[in-house]
């Protein structure tokens, strides 16, 4: 079963550092590219950014750009979001999906499947 | 790149059809068939319910349906069920910085 699971909720002060997980099973991890999605309390979805395992090119979202770093570890199949300096205003669920390419094209795709979310909450 | 626009909420009795319309710009929903529908249970992970437009994934029933015309697209959920009760959201890819974006979400009531 393809599956991605990610790192359990967490409570943080402003100004903390924090790198949350999504780790893949049942696929070729490296074949996929792994995105980063945010739910904001009472939000819809926005995309963050993406990573290709393979070759760790990152493509990021201009209103997530220097906000957020993401990485990914091939040796445990793992993909990471990570804050240097925590703000109020990141308090959201964050969800990681894998990427599908349409066989008929080198672009687009869509996300199947997600990770189960990771609850951030950032308060003092 | 803004948000895809969807109606806030939606409602259906069972049995019933409903549709959600999800739209966008010449720049997303009109500008390519990656368009794809997500629905989400709250505290669980979202699912695919349609890809490019009109494809539905392996597993999931075929009373739901997928369109697009110009720059809208409509999600389809026919003989409405209980379990259908989610939000929906929709995206788009863009081509852009911000390569995909998504609709606000349609929170679907089954009466």
């Known amino acids: 079963e393809v599956q991605l699971v990610q790192s359990g909720a967490e409570v943080k002060k402003p100004g903390e550092s ?27 979805l926005e995309w963050m950014g993406i990573i290709s395992p393979g070759n760790y090119d990152t493509r990021y979202s201009p ?62 | 790149q803004s948000a895809l626009t969807q109606p806030a909420s939606v409602s259906g009795s069972p049995g019933q059809s409903i549709t959600i319309a999800c739209t966008g710009t010449s720049s997303d929903v009109g500008g390519y068939q990656y368009v794809s529908w997500y629905q989400h249970h709250p505290g669980k992970a979202p699912k695919l319910m349609i890809y490019d ?17 110009g720059n809208t697209a409509s999600l389809t959920i026919s003989g409405l069920q209980a379990e259908d009760e989610a939000d929906y959201y929709c995206s788009s890819y863009t081509g852009s910085d911000t390569l995909w974006v998504f609709g606000g979400g349609t929170k679907l009531t089954v009466l």
Request: glycine share 10%; hydrophobic share 30%; aromatic share 14%.
């Open chain 1, 63 to 124: 209103s997530f750009q220097g906000q957020v770093t993401i990485t990914a570890d091939t040796s445990i199949n793992t993909a990471y979001l990570q804050w240097s300096s925590l703000k109020a205003s990141d308090t959201a669920i964050y969800y990681c999906a894998r990427r599908i390419l349409p066989s008929y094209s080198r672009s687009g795709g869509w996300f199947d499947p997600w990770g189960q979310g990771t609850l951030v909450t950032v308060s003092s």
């Open chain 1, 18 to 44: 924090l790198k949350i997980s999504c780790k893949g099973s049942g696929y070729s991890f490296t074949n996929y590219w792994i995105a980063w999605v945010r739910q904001m309390p009472g939000e819809g």
């Open chain 2, 53 to 69: 437009v009109t494809h539905r994934p392996s597993g999931v029933s075929n009373r739901f349906s997928g369109s697009k015309s």
